[in-house]
């Protein structure tokens, strides 16, 4: 189900930080570890930066040079890569998108404190008592790791540097964690990004070919919760590593599984700072259509299947239904569990848009059945990309919130910045 405990407070959290600093450049006393520290902040469309030259203090050297600025964290042995008024960031290997642009005003470099921090294995909240940003460090990873999977429990002794991925999800995460050497099998279906196609198929995610899984010799395996205990269990006697991992319920899951993959690879690093992205990405989202009045909110349905079969949609305990939401979509199928829909429902819950792969919305057009919605007589059909919101990875932020925004509500797209 929806988070929206955490919603409201990664809101709050959000305006405060913007509010309770002005947009020039000034000291500002900051807890850290619950001991107070200076800082030199500011702020910019929406978000918090912090001076370069006050990171030294965490064992973090700077260095610009023209329009390139790079952190070079010592604690950690990390490097990263920013070039003012760009916000592409290399960390590592791994390359992420952030929704704020590092800036360089008399000098100084600036940049976001909330994903610097985060990145570096902080929690970034905001004490109402004595009105301070607040920097609490975090407990490193180390090995051996233990991943949980409902009742299934995984340890990994080691960073495992082979790996054949039966979902698409976890071959997705693994390249933009910048981990993508590791893979050496997947499913046919793992076709992002485009240099997994170089990798060798192993078949599908149900049915995976296991003498050419053992033929790879992998590190490990790691497969969705269904994978076939067959399977399983042949890899297990065969000595090798296998990791299920259930299916994302919500967007919290998506960023479990993204930590996860990065502590079991020597990646948590650059997964924190992939998550600390995506998180910022979300916040503004929600942020904007916050501002919108609830009747100004449009209904939506999301079609994953349609027709002859029967109707599929994305319920509001999916992860698709809280995007959905949290874009400002009214999910017209939210008191659904799971996945199943009826056309009756669909007919008189008369959403005003539809999206839906192509396929799915050429049914919709050509069959009687769906002529008297709304949607279809107003030619609101939405093609969408199919496995940007059906895999719980990190496009589903990049892409997808984005997407249901410039849809939805255009007057919003250029706020997103990102």
């Given at each position: ?236 006697n065969a000595g090798i590593e296998t990791v299920t991992q259930k299916t994302a319920e919500d967007i919290d899951d998506i960023y479990v599984l993204i930590e996860q993959l990065g502590a079991i690879t020597g990646h948590a690093y650059e997964s924190r700072a992939l998550v600390a992205s995506l998180e910022a990405k979300q916040d503004r989202v929600v942020n ?131």
């Amino acid at each position: 189900m929806i988070n929206t405990n955490k919603l409201v407070k990664s809101f709050v959290l959000a305006l405060i930080l913007v509010l309770s600093i002005s947009s020039a450049a000034f000291a500002q006393n900051i807890s850290v570890n619950g001991q107070s520290s200076e800082m030199t902040t500011m702020t910019v469309s929406g978000r918090t930066y912090v001076a370069m030259g006050d990171l030294t203090a965490f064992g973090v050297n700077g260095s610009i040079e023209g329009a390139a600025i790079t952190l070079k964290d010592t604690r950690h042995q990390a490097t990263l890569q920013f070039k003012a008024a760009s916000n592409v960031v290399s960390v590592n290997d791994a390359t992420v998108t952030l929704d704020a642009k590092p800036f360089i005003r008399n000098g100084v470099a600036y940049l976001p404190l909330k994903f610097i921090f985060e990145t570096m294995n902080y929690s970034v909240g905001y004490d109402a008592a004595t009105h301070r940003i607040t920097l609490t460090q975090n407990k490193e990873f180390t090995f051996p790791v233990t991943i949980q999977d409902g009742a299934l429990s995984y340890t990994i002794d080691a960073p495992v540097d082979r790996i054949v991925s039966l979902a698409p999800s976890v071959t997705e995460i693994l390249f933009a964690i910048g981990a993508g050497d590791t893979v050496i099998g997947r499913t046919i279906y793992c076709d992002y990004p485009a240099e997994s196609a170089s990798i060798r198929t192993v078949g599908t995610m149900y049915e995976p070919d296991l003498e050419g899984i053992l033929d790879l010799d992998p590190d490990a395996v790691i497969a969705a919760t269904h994978m076939n205990e067959d399977v399983m269990n042949a890899l297990s006697n065969a000595g090798i590593e296998t990791v299920t991992q259930k299916t994302a319920e919500d967007i919290d899951d998506i960023y479990v599984l993204i930590e996860q993959l990065g502590a079991i690879t020597g990646h948590a690093y650059e997964s924190r700072a992939l998550v600390a992205s995506l998180e910022a990405k979300q916040d503004r989202v929600v942020n904007l259509v916050s501002q919108l009045p609830t009747s100004a909110k449009k209904r939506v349905y999301y079609v994953v299947g349609t027709g002859e079969y029967g109707e599929y949609t994305a319920g509001g305990d999916t992860f698709i239904g809280e995007v959905l939401e949290q874009s400002g979509a009214v999910n017209v199928a939210a008191s659904v569990s799971g996945w199943n829909y009826t056309l009756e429902d669909l007919l008189d819950d008369d959403p005003a848009y539809i999206f839906g792969e192509a396929f799915n919305l050429d049914i919709m057009k050509t069959n009687s059945n769906y002529s008297i919605l709304s949607a279809v007589k107003n030619d609101r059909l939405v093609e969408i990309d199919g496995n940007v919101f059906s895999r719980p990875g990190p496009r589903i932020i990049d892409s997808g919130m984005k997407t249901v925004i410039k849809t939805l509500y255009p007057q919003y797209a250029a706020e997103l910045n990102y």
